[in-house]
């Protein structure tokens, strides 16, 4: 078995600012509720390699991974995966951009799998991906809403 999510927002803002503000990496600890720390290691053929580091868990720990990340504005999408997987076999992530009704609608879309030796399995951390990216993605909503507005 393999863990799939798909969650998705509309933004009402125009596409370029949802674009940048959501690509800006080095600024996701003030996009995400659950980063500490953002950091960018290298910027190369147009791919993003990065750190994300949570905020301590119940227990103080920190979680930390490595991922890459490839931007393409022209085909609006976005796919990442994480190099240093931690807890994971694999995670694989494809953001896409769609202009409607009412903005710009942001979908992730997550394939992944657990190590056998992880603390979770797919189903835990698929049922925990779908609990959480909905309250990650009204927070962006938010922000982006709010720079919109104020531009």
């Known amino acids: 078995m393999a863990g799939h999510t798909e969650n998705e927002v ?10 940048d503000m959501t690509n ?5 600890t003030d996009l ?3 980063y500490a720390a953002a950091e960018i290691i290298s910027e190369e053929d147009g791919k993003v390699t990065f750190r ?5 868990d119940e227990n103080g720990k920190v979680w930390s991974w490595v991922s890459e990340r490839t931007p393409d504005k022209g085909a609006r999408r976005v796919t990442a995966k994480r190099v240093e997987t931690g807890p994971f076999e694999y995670m694989n992530i494809e953001w896409t ?5 009412g903005g710009v609608r942001m979908k992730w879309v997550q394939d992944f799998h657990m190590k056998d030796e992880a603390p979770a399995d797919d189903e835990w951390m698929t ?3 779908n609990k959480n990216s909905p309250i990650q993605m009204a927070h962006i909503k938010e ?3 709010k720079a919109a507005a104020n531009s």
């Open 32 to 34: 995400f509720t659950e």
């Open 52 to 56: 994300l580091s949570m905020h301590p």
């Open 97 to 101: 951009y769609d202009e409607v009704d």
């Open 24 to 28: 800006d990496v080095a600024n996701w």
């Open 143 to 145: 922000k982006v809403e």
């Open 10 to 19: 509309v933004i009402d803002a125009p596409f370029d600012l949802v674009w």
């Open 127 to 129: 049922n925990n991906i």
